[in-house]
């Protein structure tokens, strides 16, 4: 029988709980060996483990039919694919953040500054929206850093607790938007395979009504 194919993060902040949501909805799977990918015992899926950022690429070309990622990551790589479901679970915000002793009084402070960021699509539509121009340093990680060793002004980063902030002696001025774990699927499945999709959907929906 034909089987759907769904990328999961190997490993990170949304493993876990990933795994644990086709548990809740009666799919078992197993990666002992951390293999790149394994079959479920008792669904026809097959589970791909990739890193989160190569996950919307792989659901656009139909490598994977449906992935499980972060809503930010979907965002600012804007390819083909459809959120589906939103999942509850890694939520977080994209917010700015400036030197904590700088004086705030508005959005029009970044006017001419230097941000760094690792999500430079999302931060340049919200400027943009703004008619605010700023300079967009694009940096793969450790964008925290970045105002310590003079190389922006502000960052744009994800935050939850805010402790990552506060370590770096940040302070958060802007929340930009809000993100969560969301289910994403190739827009051209086999009817098979849709409806294995909406099959594991009701499940989803069935799982968080009764947690809520
Ligand atoms: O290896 P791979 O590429 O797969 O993983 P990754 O390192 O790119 O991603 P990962 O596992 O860090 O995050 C995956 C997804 O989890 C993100 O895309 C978000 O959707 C979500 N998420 C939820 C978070 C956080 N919370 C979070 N706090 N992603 C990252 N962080 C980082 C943030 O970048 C900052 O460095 O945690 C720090 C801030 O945390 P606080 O609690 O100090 O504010
Ligand atoms: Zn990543």
Redesign the pocket.
Known sequence: MEKIKIAI???????ENSIELLKECGIKVTNGDRKLKTVASNFPMEVLF?????IPQYVEQGVADIGI?????VWEQDKNVQIVEQLGF???RLSLAIPKDDDYNGVDYFNNKRIAT?YPKILSKFFDAKGIKVDIEALG?S??IATSIGLADGIF???????????NGLKEVETVVR???VLISNKNLSPIKKQLLDEMLFRIKAYKNGKG
Do not use: F, H, P, Y
């Open positions: 993060q190997k490993s990170g902040r949304l493993s990739l890193r989160d950022d190569d990622l972060g809503e930010n990551e890694g939520g977080c690792s990680g964008v925290e980063d994800i935050v939850s607790t805010g402790s990552t902030l506060i370590m993100s969560q774990a």
